[in-house]
Nanobody, 125 residues
Framework: QVQLVESGGGSVQAGGSLQLSCVASRYTSQSDCLGWFRQSPGKEREGVAAMYANDVITRVADSVKDRFTISHDNAKRTVNLQMNNLKPEDTGTYFC??????????????????WGQGTQVNVSS
């Protein structure tokens, strides 16, 4: 089990940017997947962006395509989410997650093993 701690959330106006960071308690295995999910009140948790730890493939939800970028720095044990051109609908709690022994990169929540406590992102119009 890996412990994940998110940071970087805050309040911004639409069109602004935020960078979320997640620090892991251990170095990731190249067989792991790392990702970001978000949840708004009354809505289901949804995948935002994910990637293989080996950086070969990344996946980004259509709703944030061309606006969000996920990256990984293994030396710092971090996974980041750069969020640009934020919209009010991006508001929610963002969770960092890890998927051990990841073969297929997907947003199936049941497949993800470890989760952070979340960081709040508020985007006002």
């Amino acid at each position: 089990q890996v412990q994940l701690v998110e940071s970087g959330g805050g309040s911004v106006q639409a069109g602004g940017s935020l960078q979320l960071s997640c620090v892991a308690s251990r170095y990731t295995s190249q067989s792991d997947c790392l990702g970001w999910f978000r949840q708004s009140p009354g809505k289901e948790r949804e995948g935002v962006a994910a990637m293989y730890a080996n950086d070969v493939i990344t996946r980004v939800a259509d709703s944030v395509k061309d606006r969000f970028t996920i990256s990984h720095d293994n030396a710092k044990r971090t996974v980041n989410l750069q969020m640009n051109n934020l919209k009010p609908e991006d508001t929610g709690t963002y969770f960092c997650a890890a998927h051990r022994r990841c073969v297929y990169l997907d947003f199936d929540i049941e497949q993800w093993n470890d989760w952070g406590q979340g960081t709040q992102v508020n985007v006002s119009s």
